[in-house]
């Protein structure tokens, strides 16, 4: 009598060891790896969310919450959050694609990978993913029953998501690295209720010169905004290790940053 054969691996979730299935086109570290602090889901679902959380060593210390690139939750990510920690900072990373592929993190140095990844961010619904970063603000805000301001941090994807966190959320500041895809969502910017730090890169392949523009003329002459170009600059230019990695933007850029977020969040 034959025995009914297992059901193929679910490339979207860890497997029994904490890896991803070898049928997603994406690195696959152990989750356990990448997140160090569970969540509880939005809108009182069962179940967590992984993030990555890096502590400040004053426990009152303001939040930050770093958005991720559409690369995931990857070391660059989790470089960042330990930085802000030094920095005074309590830094918290969420795993946003949680409801597509939990935990799964892209090589930008692997061409099929970053095709994958690119599919996947457009597969990402926006709204949603703003909803979740409400939650996640709110439960920062709120960490060991010791409340504190919180901003945001946003790189690529995640610099959209912090453009429209800073139109449509309750945040304290948010800092924008080169968000893809704001110029469809300019209608929100009557709408930013915090201070906003937007850095762009001149010679960005996904934010051409042209939409540069319109976004210089719609968000520079807000009172709130404060709007910075990299003219040697490309897409990627402050991810450590990347290939367009630029050191002397990037320090320009962190610093800028930095200043921003100890201005409003302290």
Not at 1 to 7: E, F, G, I, W, Y
Not at 13 to 41: C, I, M, Q, W, Y
Request: some cysteine; overall charge negative; hydrophobic content about 40%.
């Amino acid at each position: 009598m034959s025995s009914t054969p297992p059901p193929p691996p679910d490339p979207t979730r860890p497997d029994e060891s904490g890896h991803l299935s070898d049928a997603v086109g994406a690195t696959k570290p152990p989750v356990t790896a990448l997140f160090n602090h569970l969540l509880p889901l939005p809108d009182g679902r069962p179940g967590t969310l992984n993030g990555y959380l890096a502590r400040a060593k004053d426990p009152a210390a303001p939040g930050v919450v770093v958005i991720q690139e559409m690369l995931g939750v990857n070391a660059d990510m989790r470089q960042v959050c330990d930085h802000l920690a030094e920095q005074g900072f309590h830094a918290l990373c969420p795993d946003l694609y949680w409801r597509l592929r939990p935990g799964v993190v892209f090589s930008e140095h692997d061409a099929s990978e970053r095709q994958d990844a690119l599919a996947l961010s457009r597969a990402f619904d926006v709204d949603q993913g703003v909803n979740d970063l409400q939650h996640v603000m709110d439960w920062l805000r709120q960490m060991d029953g010791q409340p504190r301001k919180v901003g945001c941090i946003g790189y690529c994807l995640g610099g959209l998501l912090s453009y429209r966190v800073a139109a449509c959320c309750r945040s304290d500041a948010a800092v924008v690295y080169y968000g893809a895809g704001i110029e469809r969502y300019l209608d929100e910017a009557g709408t930013v209720a915090c201070p906003l730090m937007i850095h762009l890169a001149a010679h960005d392949e996904f934010i051409p010169p042209s939409t540069q523009a319109i976004l210089t003329r719609s968000l520079a002459p807000l009172p709130t905004v404060a709007l910075h170009l990299y003219r040697e600059a490309r897409h990627g230019f402050a991810r450590r290790g990347g290939r367009h990695f630029d050191p002397v933007a990037a320090e320009l850029a962190d610093a800028r940053s930095l200043q921003f977020l100890r201005k409003y969040l302290h």
